[in-house]
């Protein structure tokens, strides 16, 4: 797949789910039903109905796990791929993007604490132990974005102010929300960091554009693996061996570097990989990356194991 | 009789990396130069040399020229590598890869936090304080170590040699633009006077001409001029877009912008107004400045943005110096010049012309009637050769060629022509001459075609228009009856290397000398400071320059110096930057505050702004005028950049700069 083409597959995939659970789907994103006594449910609501009935209620544990295993397999996709809050912020970068510049000037924030997050996560469960429900579910952006128009019908309550003032914390931050305080998505980022299928990044070729990193609304660094190809050991002692140590911070002497030393460094790279707890396998890195759209423009598409590999 | 050869091995950025057999008495130099074929990127000059590898030393400038005794393992490094980095990673070398190295406790305690200090030199966390520890880990020494503590030799012969480079990190600058952590992009870490690249070319792109410039002027008051004029600019050494092919050609971008913008104001001046450059609020100071040349009109500039009172003294009758008198009119329209220095005036800056220091002003009556006063005098006087027949007439330096031209526009210069030096001054006046007239012009430098100090660019445009290019030769004598009619010229035979791979000095071989005929005989061999009216004023000067032991200030209170009169600096954008930093330091020495000046449209837009699209193209071809018209006018030959090429050369900009972010 062409790096674009993926962005367009992210979207067309944001477009499906936020119809299906905002609106077709009776039962909203929260549980839905997949035909018989099938649920797909939120893992955190699950999750705090446990804590809330304090007993193990198999049939909804079941389909609380559904989403975690899909996680476990995929890293965050929700995040990027699903979440109808998610789409909402991805869709109104614009405007956000345009208040936030208006803002620039004003008190300097520094919001970027991703382990706040956790906290929220502890607070939430805490919560639904004390008042034996699933509290934090009636304020939830992601449930309220599902729950508040749709085939079910209109809501009205208090709860539709959740989505605009949640969402006017993006004039903060890019996915603000998503990376500081989302409950949800620090119970999947629990399990995204042992996820099968990995993100990889040209990192033997990468050319320090830092593309990636103004790409990633997570605020990630995906091009890190560079950081780490430059100290292996093994590198380090191949490229002195070669006689220029900093041949990776170098413009241009990745491509001239003899054969043998740039198989040794692509190999080295293909052990590293981008994704970690707070990536929301968006591939807006991959999309973004000149060295892959490079490598795109040569060979027609890119090398599936430069890019996807499980 | 024969003595054995010495078995050299030379890796790194060298042309031809290998083990090669030096003959007794070659040093280090000729087993890079000679053996190894120079340095591997023409774009840079040697850095250091690594001699006995990751837990060898860098060797010193004697060491060097010293003749090898023993094998030698030499790793060459180029100006484009960042020591501070390539010492980092040499000890993420030694601390982690054990091969044979146990050390002691001492200095693997020591390798570790020098790893540690040394990767934190390389980000935003670097503070001075890390230096001053980096220096005690590196002086860690223990007599009973089984490896001598050979893994910390690196960093503590680079500390020796190149203190500077690790204080400049210290203070979050690297100057070759490799640690990208401690900058906005590579192109603006390295313009001397830090012009937000990446903000311009957004500007151009989202077609907001006139803010282009503006943003470009904020920080350069002759972006135009710079557009024209920059030659092999530092922003482009280290380019990321050299990771595919060519470094982006980013001042025909800002001349394109200047082209658009006028357009669009309807007129170069009116397009050099804007909101975002004013004069600052008075602050009753007045500031006088000595010589109109880009360094002195800069300074003025910022200084009148900070509110000081200017008045710039120049002995010509026309302001700009070296861009007025200096730089032909093909290469730099006099138009753009003018406009630019019109500009600086119009922020309440006095330029007064023909008025020399020495002969109408002196600089103890400039210290009387102003608060400070900046001397950017310049390099206006041409070196001679000390040869018999150097005073005939006909033989003439090359600045006062260049400037009858630009004065009068013609001068006479015969048939042929015979340019001595290899610069791009004797570039441009060869260029020069052959306009005028001349139909065989010959440049005539001591150094061989690579070793020439004009920039390959200019020498390709030279011989497009017939010039001959003689290396490796010198002339001797020039001999005629009353007027300059021949010249006695003869080969050389280089010297040794000297680190800048250069042979020097050559020495003539005067038994092949040759009789060569010429009307006129140019001198281009490089230029001078004049220190005229300056000898009984007190100030403490070097052989060449006025000394100015750190920043701009001169052994004088109140007096600074900027330009080429203070370092050899050699092009309008250096010039620019030393008087920029001269302006600030002035302003500091007057306020006792560091102010700066900032620009809304600073730091806000990268070059990625907008959807992103990868273009494969290479660099835009400059289109130019046909060598054989051009010979026959003063036109400007770079016709600049049409809308569709600068389109693409826009979309070629692959680094998302911090723009924005920062």
């Known amino acids: 797949m062409k790096p674009r083409q993926l962005k367009i597959a992210r979207t067309a995939s944001q477009i499906v789910f936020f119809l299906l659970l905002a609106a077709l789907l009776v039962g909203t994103f929260c549980s839905v039903s997949l035909g018989g006594d099938y649920y797909l449910s939120c893992p955190l609501g699950v999750l705090q109905l446990t804590l809330g009935a304090r007993e193990m209620l198999v049939g909804a544990v079941v389909s609380g796990l559904l989403l975690i295993g899909l996680t476990l397999l995929l890293g965050r996709v929700f995040c990027g791929w699903i979440c109808p809050f998610g789409a909402l912020t991805d869709w109104l970068r614009k405007p956000l993007a345009r208040c936030r510049a208006a803002r620039a000037d004003g008190p300097a924030l520094h919001p970027d604490n991703k382990v706040l997050k956790y906290g929220v996560l502890g607070g939430v469960l805490l919560a639904a132990g004390i008042f034996r429900s699933p509290a934090f579910c009636t304020i939830c952006p992601v449930g309220t974005t599902c729950r508040t128009a749709g085939l079910q019908g209109v809501n009205f309550g208090l709860e539709t102010a959740t989505v605009p003032l949640i969402l006017s914390l993006e004039t903060v931050n890019r996915r603000f929300w998503c990376k500081v305080l989302c409950p949800i998505g620090a119970l999947l980022a629990v399990f995204a960091r042992f996820r099968l299928a990995k993100i990889r990044l040209p990192f033997a070729a990468c050319a320090g554009c830092n593309r990636c990193e103004q790409a990633c609304a997570m605020g990630n660094s995906p091009r890190q693996g560079h950081e780490c190809l430059k100290t292996d050991p093994t590198v380090l002692q191949a490229l002195i061996e070669y006689g220029v140590p900093d041949l990776l911070d170098r413009p241009g002497q990745y491509e001239r570097a003899p054969q043998p030393l740039r198989d040794l460094l692509d190999a080295k790279a293909g052990s590293l990989s981008v994704s970690g707890a707070e990536c929301t396998s968006c591939y807006s890195c991959v999309a973004a990356c000149p060295v892959l759209n490079r490598q795109a423009d040569k060979s027609g598409a890119v090398d599936q194991s430069a890019q996807i590999s499980a | ?662």
């Not at chain 2, 601390?95 to 990767?119: F, N, S």
């Not at chain 2, 290469?331 to 220091?357: D, K, M, N, S």
């Not at chain 2, 490796?472 to 010229?489: E, I, K, M, N, W």
């Not at chain 2, 050389?492 to 791979?501: C, T």
């Open chain 2, 1 to 662: 009789m024969a003595q054995e050869d010495i078995r050299v091995t030379v890796k790194g950025q060298v042309q031809k990396p290998g083990t090669y057999a030096a003959k007794a008495g070659e040093n280090m130099l000729d087993a890079v130069f000679a053996h190894a074929g120079g340095l591997a990127d023409s774009r840079f000059s040697l850095r250091a040399v690594l001699v006995g590898g990751a837990r060898g030393h860098f060797a010193a400038a004697d060491e060097l020229a010293a003749p090898l005794t023993s094998p030698a393992e030499l790793m060459v490094v180029d100006s484009g590598s960042c020591l501070v980095n390539f010492v980092r990673l040499l000890f993420a070398y030694n601390k982690t890869v054990q091969a044979g190295y146990g050390g002691c406790p001492a200095c693997r305690g020591a390798l570790a936090a020098g790893a540690r200090l040394l990767a934190r030199l390389c980000t935003p966390l670097r503070s001075a304080a890390d230096l001053t520890e980096l220096e005690r880990q590196a002086g860690v020494a223990n007599p009973a170590c089984p490896d001598q503590c050979s893994g910390l030799k690196p960093l503590a012969s680079a500390l020796d040699q190149w203190r500077e480079e690790f204080a400049e990190h210290a203070a979050g600058h690297c100057r070759a633009s490799i640690c990208a952590e401690l900058m906005l992009s590579p192109c603006n870490n390295a313009c001397p006077a830090d012009v937000d690249l990446p903000g311009t070319i957004a500007l151009t792109q989202l077609g907001r001409y006139t803010d282009a410039v503006a943003l470009g002027r904020h920080d350069n008051p002759f972006f135009l001029t710079c557009g024209h004029v920059c030659e092999e600019p530092p922003c482009q050494k280290n380019c990321k877009r050299l990771n595919f092919d060519d470094a982006i050609y980013s001042q025909s971008l800002h001349r394109y912008a200047g082209e658009k913008a006028a357009r669009a104001a309807g007129g170069l001046g009116k397009a050099l107004t804007h909101d975002t450059i004013r004069p600052g609020t008075k602050s009753g100071r007045k500031v006088a400045v000595a010589g109109a040349g880009p360094a002195g009109l800069a300074a003025a500039h910022f200084l009148a943005r900070l509110g000081h009172k200017v008045v710039v003294y120049d002995r010509n009758p026309k302001p700009g110096g070296m861009m007025t008198y200096g730089i032909p009119a093909y290469r730099l329209p006099p138009a753009t010049v003018e406009a630019e220095i019109a500009a600086i005036a119009a922020l309440g800056v006095e330029i007064r012309g023909g008025c020399a220091l020495g002969r109408n002003i002196t600089l103890s009556r400039l210290r009387e009637e102003y608060d400070a006063v900046l001397l950017a005098l310049g390099n206006g006087k041409s070196r001679s050769l000390g040869i018999p027949g150097e005073d005939l007439p006909g033989v003439i330096p090359a600045l006062d060629f260049l400037r009858q031209v630009a004065d009068t526009g013609a001068a006479e210069v015969g048939r042929r022509v015979l340019v001595v030096g290899g610069g791009n001054v004797a570039v441009d006046v060869a260029r020069t001459a052959r306009r005028l007239g001349a139909e065989h012009v010959v440049m005539m430098c001591v150094e061989d075609r690579f070793e020439m100090p004009a920039s390959p660019g200019e020498i390709q445009a030279a011989e497009d228009e017939g010039i001959t290019i003689s290396v490796l030769a010198v002339p001797l004598a020039f001999s005629g009856d009353g007027r300059v009619a021949g010249a006695l010229c003869t080969a050389i035979k280089p010297g040794p290397y000297d680190v800048l791979g250069r042979r020097w000095p050559p020495a003539p071989l005067r038994e092949a000398g040759r009789d060569e005929e010429y009307d006129t005989v140019i001198i281009a061999i490089g230029q001078m400071t004049e220190f005229d009216g300056l000898e009984d004023s007190g100030l403490a000067c070097t052989k060449v320059f006025i000394a100015c032991p750190d920043g701009h200030a001169t052994s004088l209170p109140g007096v600074f110096a900027a330009g080429d009169c203070a370092g050899a600096l050699n092009s309008v954008v250096k010039a620019v930057g030393s008087g920029k930093a001269a302006a600030f330091a002035i302003d500091r020495f007057l306020t006792g505050a560091g102010r700066k000046l900032n620009s809304p449209l600073r730091s806000k837009l990268g070059c990625s702004e907008g959807e992103y699209a990868w273009a494969a193209a290479r660099r835009a071809r400059m289109p130019e005028q046909d060598p054989a018209v051009r010979v026959g006018n003063f036109a400007p030959v770079e016709l600049g950049l049409d809308d569709s090429r600068a389109a693409a050369e826009m979309l070629r900009c692959i680094c998302a700069a911090k723009g924005g972010r920062q």
